[in-house]
């Protein structure tokens, strides 16, 4: 019998996620299906049971569930749990078990980059979910020092405090974060600034940005956000948004089938989605 898989969101319709997936079904000869489900907050409970009475064999959690599905599932990962969201659930004989692969996802697209990654400092922009994922991953990944910068300071320093993994790190104001940016060999943009279709905004000055750094923002639309255009004036390796999704996704299809897939496979299938 064809195994299901799927995404629950709201909005939905957007989402690359079936076509990465069934592309990636298809290539390994994977007898399954992966749907997109539109599901309102206010039935994500009768859907979790829905698709557990229905047999799904995984799925995945996006905008605005990742953190209110916790309630409705059997057992959490305890990264995930530490992360306090969760991206990516697996059923085994009706258990369901949920993980956050944005995190994981988002480092293991930066090893892909550096491979001397635990070594480097790192500063993170924003102080949000996307930027929790990545802070506690990157702590229990092992870097060393990894410093936040956010608009709203109390909010860098409660994610600084409350980072359950072993790690050096400072919440900074914007004016001394602009001036020590030329220390940092890792500096990721967690925020929506620049995001389509307020593309001419940055989150602080590149100006003291090094040449050689890795410089990364989730943000995958535009491809080239303003702040990665200046970064790579600036000298810098430049990574976009692609990445991240790209990374959760194979570690997604990883838990649910025990293959780590193609990734160039998957970044192609992406990109012509991004047209
Ligand atoms: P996500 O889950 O995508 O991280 P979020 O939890 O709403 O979304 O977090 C949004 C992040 O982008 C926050 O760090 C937010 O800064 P504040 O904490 O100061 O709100 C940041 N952000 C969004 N719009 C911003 C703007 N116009 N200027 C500066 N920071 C902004």
């Known amino acids: 019998m064809k195994k299901l898989f799927g995404v629950i969101g709201d909005p939905i319709g957007h989402s690359m996620s079936p076509a990465m997936h ?119 990944a ?33 004016e001394s974060a602009e001036k020590s940016l030329k220390d940092y060999q890792l500096i990721i943009q967690t925020t929506s600034i620049g995001m389509s279709p307020d593309t001419e905004h940055l989150p602080l000055s590149a100006e003291n940005i090094s040449q050689g750094a890795i410089v990364s923002d989730i943000i995958y639309n535009p491809l080239q956000t303003k702040f990665l255009q200046e970064a790579s004036k600036k000298g810098a390796q430049i990574q976009n948004g692609v990445s991240m999704f790209v990374f959760q996704g194979a570690l997604a299809f990883e838990k649910w089938t025990g293959i780590f897939p193609d990734i160039e496979r998957m970044r192609a299938n992406v990109l012509r989605n991004l047209g």
């Open 142 to 174: 092992g870097i060393q020092r990894i410093d936040l910068y956010n608009r709203t300071a109390g909010k860098a320093e409660e994610l600084v405090s409350t980072c359950p993994f072993k790690v050096q790190s400072k919440a900074l104001d914007r």
């Open 22 to 140: 069934n592309d990636l079904f298809d290539f390994y000869g994977i007898h399954a299906v992966y749907m997109p489900f539109h599901v309102s907050k206010d039935n994500l409970e009768a859907a979790v049971k829905g698709l557990k009475a229905l047999g799904v064999s995984g799925f995945n959690v996006t905008i605005p569930h990742k953190t209110d599905i916790m309630a409705y599932l059997d057992q959490i990962d305890p990264l995930a749990e530490a992360i306090g969201a969760v991206n990516t659930v697996k059923n085994e004989n009706g258990l369901l078990t949920g993980y956050n692969t944005d995190g994981p996802g988002f480092v293991k697209g930066l090893e892909a980059m550096d491979a001397d990654l635990d070594s480097r400092s790192a500063l993170i922009i924003g102080a949000g979910g996307a930027s929790r994922a990545i802070y506690f991953s990157m702590a229990q």
